[in-house]
């Protein structure tokens, strides 16, 4: 996401539904990865804390999001947005309208949190909903550029 041709931020939403894994980990992402180029927050249709273990495996790739925090949307509805992208399946669904929105995406990225196994097995699915949301990221940045 440039920023705009008047040299000010483009702004970005992230919506999930519990604004505690999926959503959070995208919005590290692209701050890390866009830095000053846009300003970004993510938001959920209910706001529960943010995920330990999303907090973990993005501090193992240099990421700190332990900052970061679980809103709902609720405080963004009457915000201007350049973009708004849903990263699960129920928010894209019961996603409200912005109006004047540029770009509405939809990344169907699954529910680490779903994981019902061993710690182990739990840790590498939290890596490849973290990787891929970091490829989805990337891919966003360069049809930007």
């Given at each position: 996401?440039?920023?705009k041709?008047?040299g000010s931020?483009?702004?970005?939403?992230?919506?999930?539904?519990?604004n505690s894994?999926?959503s959070q980990m995208?919005?590290?992402?692209?701050?890390?990865l866009?830095a000053d180029?846009?300003e970004?927050h993510s938001?959920?249709?209910?706001?529960?804390?943010?995920?330990?273990?999303?907090?973990?495996?993005?501090a193992e790739?240099?990421?700190?999001?332990?900052g970061q925090h679980s809103?709902t949307?609720?405080?963004?509805?009457s915000e201007s947005?350049?973009?708004?992208i849903?990263?699960?399946?129920q928010?894209?669904?019961?996603?409200?309208?912005?109006?004047g929105?540029g770009k509405?995406?939809h990344?169907s990225?699954?529910?680490?949190?779903?994981?019902?196994?061993?710690?182990e097995?739990?840790?590498?699915?939290?890596?490849k909903v973290?990787d891929?949301?970091r490829?989805?990221?990337?891919?966003?940045?360069?049809k930007?550029?």
């Open positions: 996401m440039e920023g041709d008047d931020q483009k702004a970005g939403l992230i919506l999930c539904t519990h894994a999926r995208a919005e590290g992402w692209l701050r890390h866009a180029k846009c970004v938001a959920g249709t209910v706001a529960t804390g943010v995920n330990p273990l999303a907090i973990r495996v993005m790739v240099g990421i700190d999001i332990s809103k949307l609720d405080r963004y509805l947005w350049d973009c708004v849903t990263v699960c399946d928010a894209n669904e019961t996603c409200p309208h912005f109006p929105v509405r995406l990344w990225i699954p529910d680490p949190t779903r994981t019902q196994t061993t710690k097995k739990e840790m590498e699915v939290y890596r973290r891929d949301i490829a989805h990221v990337e891919e966003l940045l360069i930007e550029e």
